[in-house]
């Protein structure tokens, strides 16, 4: 085979891969996942950055960095890695490197029934419905079958570990998602540009275009719709 031949084969299996990886990101509109929110990489189309909200159960408050990394023959080598952020307290969590024990669920990922959706949603199940048999984090493990409060006192240390983990800008990618501490004259001044748009001089009783006016068509001081004439 010629070398032209094989660059434009790279080229056209390059591009393929993006587009799957484009209509996986698009499925993520049609199938969203409530406290599950990810960022393709700004540098490499390969890895992805996210965030997990768990907001009942054991794990109630809990707020987890990940990585989604794709590999360049996707879908048709096995399934993508899911890593956490290093001390998720889990049993199907290794403790030190955030590994997600993703064979469990899917041992062979299949092309056109498996997708990165379905890992999503196995990620934060985990952490509602707790699975102990073959564990990455024995010591979870042995905790929970016999030490509940134990376990429960692990978790919430955890928990409060990785929250201070997701200030840490740690990846220097412009798409990571990134968290600061909360900032009172920020928010205000945010508020105040959604709800009270500047109107230069117009006047209370001037009729004028609402598109432009930010108008909502309620008098102030009441709560009735269409009060504003």
Same mark, same amino acid.
């Given at each position: 085979?010629?070398?032209?031949?094989?660059?434009?084969?790279?080229?056209? &299996?390059?591009?393929?891969?993006?587009?799957?990886?484009?209509?996986?990101?698009?499925?993520?509109?049609?199938?969203?996942?409530?406290?599950?929110?990810?960022?393709?990489?700004?540098?490499?189309?390969?890895?992805?950055?996210?965030?997990?909200?768990?907001?009942?159960?054991?794990?109630?408050?809990?707020?987890?960095?990940?990585?989604?990394?794709?590999?360049?023959?996707?879908?048709?080598?096995?399934?993508?890695?899911?890593? $956490?952020?290093?001390?998720?307290?889990? /049993?199907?969590?290794?403790?030190?490197?955030?590994?997600?024990?993703?064979?469990?669920?899917? /041992?062979?990922?299949?092309?056109?029934?498996?997708?990165?959706?379905?890992?999503?949603?196995?990620?934060?199940?985990?952490?509602?419905?707790?699975?102990?048999?073959?564990?990455?984090? &024995?010591?979870?493990?042995?905790?929970?079958?016999?030490?509940?409060?134990?376990?429960?006192?692990?978790?919430?240390?955890?928990?409060?570990?990785?929250?201070?983990?997701?200030?840490? /800008?740690?990846?220097?990618?412009?798409?990571?998602?990134?968290?600061?501490?909360?900032?009172?004259?920020?928010?205000?001044?945010?508020?105040?540009?959604?709800?009270?748009?500047?109107?230069?001089?117009?006047?209370?009783?001037?009729?004028?275009?609402?598109?432009? &006016?930010?108008? &909502?068509?309620?008098?102030?001081?009441?709560?009735?719709? $269409?009060?504003? /004439?």
């Amino acid at each position: 085979m010629a070398y032209g031949e094989v660059y434009e084969d790279d080229f056209f &299996s390059q591009i393929r891969y993006e587009y799957t990886l484009m209509a996986e990101y698009a499925q993520l509109q049609r199938h969203l996942i409530p406290g599950v929110y990810v960022l393709p990489s700004g540098q490499t189309s390969h890895l992805w950055y996210g965030l997990i909200f768990i907001r009942s159960g054991v794990y109630q408050g809990a707020i987890y960095k990940f990585t989604l990394t794709v590999s360049k023959g996707y879908p048709d080598d096995g399934c993508p890695e899911f890593d $956490f952020q290093a001390g998720v307290f889990h /049993p199907m969590v290794h403790f030190e490197t955030g590994e997600l024990d993703v064979r469990r669920e899917f /041992p062979t990922w299949r092309r056109g029934v498996d997708f990165l959706h379905h890992l999503l949603a196995y990620a934060q199940g985990i952490f509602y419905n707790v699975e102990t048999t073959d564990p990455l984090n &024995s010591e979870a493990t042995k905790l929970y079958s016999s030490n509940m409060n134990e376990f429960q006192a692990r978790v919430k240390h955890s928990i409060e570990r990785c929250k201070q983990e997701v200030l840490n /800008p740690n990846v220097d990618d412009p798409q990571s998602i990134k968290f600061a501490e909360w900032n009172a004259e920020v928010i205000q001044a945010a508020s105040a540009m959604i709800f009270e748009p500047e109107r230069g001089d117009v006047s209370e009783d001037e009729p004028v275009n609402a598109q432009m &006016s930010g108008l &909502s068509w309620v008098k102030r001081g009441t709560t009735d719709p $269409f009060s504003k /004439p």
